[in-house]
């Protein structure tokens, strides 16, 4: 079990498309001497910093920093169309990445079961496993069925805690179908609070909302537990909801905060 970081812990220091953007955004260089920094050696870059449109040498200099600094890499993706998928696989391969997590965009999972019995004899024989993101695409039923029929080691899953909520799945639902296929935990902390409306009409809804990992609802003791009672060893990747605060300058200082406090919270837990 390693811990490591995402660039989903990130999002406005890298920028968000639509938003106010950062002065000086991170890039995949900085963000690997970022977790150095923290103390991790293992990065997630996902498609939230396109690495798509890089060239190779942009490529070598981040497979070279990341082995100067000691640090496991992986990738993610969208989608889940094999030529697209394939495409990626090649980036994979000229950064050495152990995984590439994506999100199923496809709701429907036989037509994802066969895409992946096509694809994943390409990623075995890179070395490279397939990790799939639950989100509210499709139920975790749906997801576990995908896994039991292709069944191979080089198909697993990128467990979050957060995401399939938007179908009203428990993060309980979550561990029990996806549990003994997990590869990856997206450790993801959240609050739920009422929606504040002005009297005499108040407290209608739930907001759900990011928080720093150990402040939240998410039960950090119950899940590894839960998890590895299924006899699995996932690493656990750090993922943020920060707010945008009034200035992208207040924000991306305070998502530094979020995840300075979310490391030290997940090293004291894991006692690395």
């Given at each position: 079990?390693?811990?490591?970081?995402?660039?989903?812990?990130?999002?406005?220091?890298?920028?968000?498309?639509?938003?106010?953007?950062?002065?000086?955004?991170?890039?995949?260089?900085?963000?690997?001497?970022?977790?150095?920094?923290?103390?991790?050696?293992?990065?997630?870059?996902?498609?939230?910093?396109?690495?798509?449109?890089?060239?190779?040498?942009?490529?070598?200099?981040?497979?070279?920093?990341?082995?100067?600094?000691?640090?496991?890499?992986?990738?993610?993706?969208?989608?889940?169309?094999?030529?697209?998928?394939?495409?990626?696989?090649?980036?994979?391969?000229?950064?050495?990445?152990?995984?590439?997590?994506?999100?199923i965009d496809t709701p429907d999972p036989v037509?994802?079961?066969?895409?992946?019995?096509?694809?994943?004899?390409?990623?075995?024989?890179?070395?490279?496993?397939?990790?799939?993101?639950?989100?509210?695409?499709?139920?975790?039923?749906?997801?576990?069925?995908?896994?039991?029929?292709?069944?191979?080691?080089?198909?697993?899953?990128?467990?979050?805690?957060?995401?399939?909520?938007?179908?009203?799945?428990?993060?309980?639902?979550?561990?029990?179908?996806l549990g003994p296929y997990t590869r990856i935990?997206?450790?993801?902390?959240?609050?739920?609070?009422?929606?504040?409306?002005?009297?005499?009409?108040?407290?209608?809804?739930?907001?759900?909302?990011?928080?720093?990992?150990?402040?939240?609802?998410?039960?950090?003791?119950?899940?590894?537990?839960?998890?590895?009672?299924?006899?699995?060893?996932?690493?656990?990747?750090?993922?943020?909801?920060?707010?945008?605060?009034?200035?992208?300058?207040?924000?991306?200082?305070?998502?530094?905060v979020w995840v300075e406090q979310s490391i030290?919270?997940?090293?004291?837990?894991?006692?690395?």
């Amino acid at each position: 079990m390693q811990l490591g970081i995402g660039t989903w812990a990130f999002p406005w220091s890298i920028g968000i498309p639509g938003h106010p953007q950062p002065p000086n955004p991170l890039d995949a260089v900085s963000l690997l001497h970022r977790a150095k920094t923290l103390g991790l050696s293992l990065v997630q870059i996902c498609d939230n910093l396109p690495y798509y449109d890089l060239t190779p040498q942009e490529l070598v200099e981040i497979r070279q920093t990341a082995d100067d600094l000691g640090i496991t890499l992986g990738l993610g993706t969208r989608g889940v169309q094999p030529e697209h998928l394939l495409r990626i696989l090649d980036y994979a391969r000229h950064l050495r990445a152990e995984t590439l997590r994506t999100v199923i965009d496809t709701p429907d999972p036989v037509r994802v079961a066969t895409w992946m019995r096509q694809i994943v004899p390409h990623f075995a024989a890179a070395g490279v496993t397939i990790v799939l993101e639950n989100t509210e695409v499709l139920p975790v039923q749906d997801i576990a069925r995908i896994l039991r029929d292709v069944d191979t080691p080089h198909l697993r899953v990128c467990l979050d805690t957060a995401n399939s909520l938007g179908r009203l799945e428990t993060l309980e639902q979550v561990v029990e179908a996806l549990g003994p296929y997990t590869r990856i935990i997206h450790y993801k902390d959240i609050g739920v609070r009422r929606v504040q409306q002005a009297p005499p009409v108040f407290r209608m809804g739930f907001e759900i909302v990011g928080q720093p990992a150990g402040q939240g609802r998410v039960d950090f003791d119950w899940l590894i537990t839960a998890i590895t009672q299924q006899g699995v060893d996932p690493d656990i990747i750090l993922e943020l909801w920060p707010p945008f605060l009034e200035t992208i300058e207040q924000t991306v200082a305070n998502e530094a905060v979020w995840v300075e406090q979310s490391i030290r919270f997940l090293k004291g837990k894991l006692e690395v």
